[in-house]
């Protein structure tokens, strides 16, 4: 069924990176106009798919450059006496993991400390990869880049529960009390997956 309801979404996005790997490598005046056709196309269909103003996908679009590659998110999963630390954020007031894009120059673990350390107050270790997924396949709602959601455990080791410039609440859930989550950003079953990892520490990393 997400596959079928994301179809359009993958072949929109396949057709911007075809176009965006032309206009990186191509010199010939004519194949350029194609590719910027194919664009052009391509932002018309994200537009039309996801009901957003093609003036926002089409400058999303203008910035990226160079040979189109996943987008790498980092997640990080933060239990204490069996409950998953959560952050609200500000954008749309629905709960995630504390996370975000990976930035140039840090690895995934760094990243996750950083953008842990920035949304929730908590200064932490990662001692564990748990997951790396598919955006694709899963029940995100459409959004005009391809992502991989890469799942790192982490432990507290200082730090207190604080909001953060994108955040204005930081708390621990269990996994039968979870408060509305932001989809964009994580799903209930990827928490549920989070949290048999906390029930069996031997289960081996998922990744699909």
């Not at 072949?11 to 911007?16: C, G, K, L």
């Not at 189109?68 to 239990?79: E, I, L």
């Not at 708390?171 to 079953?189: C, G, I, M, Q, Y």
Request: charged residues 30%; contains cysteine.
């Amino acid at each position: 069924m997400i596959k079928v309801q994301t179809k359009w979404l993958e072949r929109a996005q396949r057709i911007q990176a075809i176009a965006q790997a032309g206009l990186a490598f191509s010199k010939d005046v004519f194949d350029r106009e194609r590719y910027e056709e194919l664009m052009k196309l391509s932002a018309e269909m994200m537009a039309d798919y996801s009901q957003t103003d093609i003036e926002v996908i089409t400058d999303l679009w203008n910035r990226e450059s160079g040979y189109p590659t996943p987008k790498a998110d980092v997640r990080g999963a933060v239990f204490r006496e069996n409950q998953i630390l959560l952050v609200r954020e500000k954008h749309d007031e629905l709960w995630s993991l504390p996370g975000g894009f990976c930035e140039i120059g840090l690895s995934p673990a760094e990243n996750v400390v950083k953008e842990i350390k920035e949304e929730s107050g908590y200064d932490t270790d990662p001692s564990r990869l748990l997951a790396v997924l598919d955006s694709h396949k899963h029940p995100h709602p459409p959004q005009p880049y391809h992502y991989y959601k890469i799942f790192i455990e982490c432990s507290i080791t200082g730090g207190q529960g604080e909001t953060g410039i994108e955040t204005n609440h930081a708390a621990f859930f269990s996994e039968d009390r979870l408060p509305p989550l932001s989809p964009k950003r994580n799903t209930p079953s990827q928490l549920s997956m989070l949290f048999d990892f906390l029930r069996h520490p031997d289960k081996k990393t998922i990744f699909d």
